[in-house]
């Protein structure tokens, strides 16, 4: 059995602004999953939780497919990281939102998963997947 390990960045050019997500996953310092998406207008922090949303979009068959055990998830948002770990309040509604969607999709797994807050200089693979989709996004 093995831990899953998912950084995960949102980011926004302007706050709110165009804003993108990036996750990268890895197995055993296997790259085994790396995704971006562009989500229009948003607030970083609204980026921050759509990161986790789509890196659950992917998660299940990577679970099944690797035996895994466990994921420990690495943001450099400290308070998505402390909203998600349940230790501090959520005031912003939307915010509130993500995270039900987070925890009901997270309860649906046969594993823990535990958040961890990073500096943004350990989570940088996340990050340049972010800047490649604000900057496909800005050329196209």
């Known amino acids: 059995m093995s831990t899953l390990i998912i950084h995960t960045d949102g980011g926004s050019r302007g706050n709110p602004g165009p804003a993108a997500v990036g996750v990268v996953g890895f197995i055993e310092e296997i790259v085994v999953l790396e995704e971006g998406k562009y989500l229009g207008q948003q607030t970083n922090n609204e980026a921050e939780y ?56 997270l309860a649906q797994l046969s594993v823990s998963s535990t958040f961890t807050y990073v500096p943004r200089a350990q989570n940088a693979m996340a990050d340049a997947v972010v800047n490649r989709v604000l900057d496909a996004q800005k050329t196209s």
């Open 50 to 105: 759509q990161a986790v949303l789509l890196a659950l979009e992917y998660v299940p068959e990577l679970v099944k497919a690797h035996k895994v055990a466990s994921i420990t998830w690495k943001l450099d948002s400290m308070l998505v990281v402390q909203q998600l770990s349940k230790n501090w309040k959520i005031k912003e509604p939307r915010l509130a939102i993500f995270a039900q969607q987070i925890w009901t999709k």
